[in-house]
């Protein structure tokens, strides 16, 4: 069983709702039970203003109530009565709201019709094992049948039905009734002698086709056109045929053993008449190309005739009409004359002041070249100048850093005898020859131990 919703646990203390346990016991009936046929009596049957059923099911025994939705019962192929024997396909299920057991239908039928449809099928899976529904043993539909025979009861819709669609589509079809009853215990064998007295007359009564049409109806109703001899004879008879029994969604064993299957008998009269109704149209249509085809014609034809009779026009009208364009040509040619020497005199004159624009000025271009000639000289005097002002600091700055600007202070530089330059008394031992160079030479001196003071030697 599916969980409901709210599930309570496995707590046996736990409370739950109405709704809890109404839901849960749906689930349960829902998921254990499956969609199944049952057999019962109806009774208390009520139809709603929605469209839906509501009635009670019930045998000798007990009874359960019933709930066909709209759209269930809006399909439903019998038209339901109290007191009805019936078998119901339904699911078993609980209406919440009410805590009602009920069974939701989905299709009625009559009690029984399970034991035809069980024998319809294994009728079926016989012949067909036989060959008897094989396609490569179906004949083909003439186009054009001169005769058609039809196989059905006189007082049937059907009939009129057949009738009506042929007046309307192809009245020149001769049609032979073989009456027959199409409903009741005696009807299959009736039906299948009426089929192959159709086809043993055929040559007499000039058909070439047979159709075996009946309305729609409950599988009892068609039980006779589910009857193996009904299926032979159609397998039997020398004319083609076409079987329209029942509505759209009907099938029977004639349907498979036919040559061709129609969903109504309205639908087997359009099939039968088919050829001739598409010729109609076929010949609508060429009428209707015919027509435009002499309209293209008559067309042409006009403007041919519009075409040579603009040509008849006399001599003196074409002359004039020659003055006329020659002279129409001759304006136009002096026009186009005039506007091309205009055109030409304007690009002259643009041409000639573009050169007068150009032209050389000598005067213009001497007072320039004077003007240049001041400028150059200008700026190489003030080149000059500043070179100087720099060669000028440049000296400076040199004669700042010559040593013997130094010594023109009172200084002098003492050397050793390698040429070093003593830097304290620590680096003159004593008697050390040693050279004095002052700003304006040199001289020769010995270091005194004594004193410390340098000799002179000369």
Known sequence: MNPPLTNPGKDATHVVSVSWLNRAAREALEGSFPLMWIAGEVSTLTRAASGHLYFTLKDDQAQVRCTMWRNRAQSMPLRLEHGMRV??????????????????????????????????????????????????????????????????????????????????????????????????????????????????????????????????????????????????????????????????????????????????????????????????????????????????????????????????????????????????????LRSSMARHLAARQTRITSLGLRLKARSPDPARRRTDLDALGQRLHRATQGLLARHRASLQALQQHLAHLDPRAVLGRGYSITRLPDGRIARDVASLPPGAAVRIEVHDGTVAATVDPVQGTLLDEG
């Open 87 to 332: 078998e119901v396909r339904a699911l078993v299920t609980l209406f919440e709201p009410r805590g009602e057991f009920q069974l939701s239908v989905e299709s009625i039928r009559h009690a029984g019709v399970g034991n035809l449809y069980e024998a319809f099928l294994r009728l079926k899976a016989r012949l067909e094992a036989e060959g008897l529904f094989d396609a490569t043993c179906k004949r083909p539909i003439p186009r054009f049948p001169r005769g058609i025979a039809v196989v059905t009861s006189p007082q049937a819709a059907a009939w009129r039905d057949v009738t009506a669609a042929l007046a309307r589509r192809a009245p020149q079809i001769p049609l032979t009734l073989y009456p027959t009853p199409v409903q009741g215990d005696a009807a299959a064998a009736r039906i299948a002698a009426a089929i192959l007295r159709a086809g043993s007359m055929a040559a007499r009564d000039g058909n070439e086709l047979l159709l075996l049409v009946r309305g729609g109806g409950s599988l009892e109703d068609l039980a006779a056109f589910n009857d193996e001899q009904v299926a032979r004879a159609i397998r039997a008879c020398p004319l083609p045929v076409i079987v329209g029994v029942g509505h759209e969604t009907d099938f029977s064993i004639a349907d498979f053993s036919a040559d061709l299957r129609a969903a109504t008998p309205t639908a087997a009269a359009e099939l039968a008449s088919a050829g001739y109704f598409e010729l109609r149209d076929d010949l609508a249509r060429l009428a209707a190309r015919l027509r435009r085809a002499i309209d293209r014609r008559i067309d042409t034809a006009a403007q041919r005739l519009d075409r040579a009779a603009a040509r008849l026009t006399h001599p003196r009208q074409r002359l004039e009409r020659s003055h006329l364009r020659l002279a129409l040509l001759d304006q136009g």
